[in-house]
């Protein structure tokens, strides 16, 4: 069973950087697109990157400038910097298979920001 695994949430200050991880096993598919999604307390789920399979990236208009999604092979990663309050949530980390545009998703990770 495809497994996505994330990594590198925390607390951090406003401000402030963070790395998330996610690295995705089992995968008996050709990967589409991978990316991350987030949720906040009382929200619904909201794209945050997304990265094709020929690498191109695109994201949300409240990190554009602020936070770099990257990709190798099967992981794929999000380097956020300027932190804010507001990108307090729980991301997920999810791949697309090929050709079906099935969505596999991770469990979450905890990001908090204080002010």
């Known amino acids: 069973q495809v497994q996505l695994v994330e990594s590198g949430g925390g607390l951090v200050q406003a401000g402030g950087s963070l790395k998330l991880s996610c690295t995705a096993s089992r995968i008996t598919f050709s990967i589409n697109a991978m990316g991350w999604y987030r949720q906040a307390p009382g929200k619904q789920r909201e794209l945050v990157a997304t990265?094709?399979?020929?690498?191109r990236a695109n994201y949300a208009d409240s990190v554009k400038g602020r936070f770099t999604a990257s990709r190798d092979n099967a992981k794929v990663y999000l380097q956020m910097n300027s932190l804010k309050p507001e990108d307090t949530a729980v991301y997920y980390c999810?791949?697309?298979?090929?050709?079906?545009?099935?969505?596999?998703w991770g469990q979450g990770t905890q990001v908090t920001v204080s002010s």
């Open positions: 999810y791949a697309t298979e090929s050709p079906t545009w099935r969505n596999y």
């Open positions: 990265i094709t399979s020929g690498g």
